[in-house]
């Protein structure tokens, strides 16, 4: 089941899409158990960045080939780090590169969506995800290697495309073995699965809540292959008018389209 937040007759929704429609649900995590019988074709609508939580945190150096492309040991533990909610777009919303930033780059990542209140999972961590999602995970790298932090070169507006839809977890036999690839302009820059994570998902579960609770809705994002701009060779950082498609076997595909300010 694909779930879809979207905007219809002036107010936010959420749906699930059969038959070529989104049908209306009033709670997102009851799926087709509420839904209110109202439907929409895809193209009348407003697609949203499928969010709706508190936090996104992210992994750093999750993918071996990643590590290896930095010249950096894989790490003994998982390396974490948050976007700020207002860098969330949805699929097709551009992605607005400060004048500030001279270095922005892209990467693909597997996301998953927390269904309840998390916390000391020790547990089977797959009950706590509600499905998962695809997310870009823009990077200005000379903010990022500049600075001590990478809340700024991460976290800036518009530097989160994510949607265009939250797979239901039971559509996803592993996901753990998900091919997963970005193109700019239709040319391929990273190509992976999800099995080369260092890290797999019970892993990151229960690392995190073991000093921090993940709520409803609340968005993990599970690190990116190698293929990022800043280490090609020649570097390739987006220019203005880039075409960013991240696509996730059997999740899906987001576009989204660099402006520059």
């Known amino acids: 089941m694909k779930l879809y937040r979207f905007s219809a007759e002036g107010r936010d929704r959420w749906g699930y899409l059969e038959d070529g429609r989104i049908v209306e649900v009033s709670d997102i995590r009851e799926k087709k158990e509420t839904g209110s019988g109202r439907n929409y074709d895809p193209k009348e609508v407003k697609v949203l960045p499928p969010f709706f939580g508190s936090k996104i945190i992210c992994l750093g150096l999750n993918y071996r080939s990643h590590a290896e492309e930095n010249r950096i040991k894989p790490p003994e533990k998982p390396i974490l780090f948050s976007k700020a909610t207002t860098s969330v777009v949805g699929d097709k919303d551009p992605v607005i590169k400060p004048k500030v930033v001279k270095q922005l780059d892209y990467e693909v990542e597997l996301a998953f969506v927390v269904s309840e209140k998390a916390k000391k999972i020790k547990k089977d961590c797959y009950d706590y ?11 200005a790298r000379d903010l990022q290697f500049s600075e001590k932090q990478w809340f700024r070169s991460k976290g800036g507006d518009t530097f989160c495309p994510m949607g265009p839809c939250i797979v239901d977890k ?15 302009n239709g040319e391929r820059m990273q190509k992976s699965n999800t099995g080369e994570m260092i890290f797999d998902i019970s892993s990151i579960i229960k690392f995190i809540t073991e000093v921090l609770t993940l709520l409803p809705g609340d968005v993990v994002a599970t690190g990116t292959p190698a293929g990022v701009g800043a280490f090609r060779d020649p570097p390739y950082y987006l220019r203005n008018g880039d075409l960013m498609e991240a696509g996730i076997e059997k999740v899906g595909k987001l576009e989204n389209r660099v402006v520059y300010e």
């Open 129 to 139: 995800i509600l499905g998962y999602t695809v997310i870009n995970d823009v990077s």
């Open 170 to 184: 039971e559509e996803i036999e592993d996901p753990m073995n998900l091919d997963l690839e970005m193109r700019i």
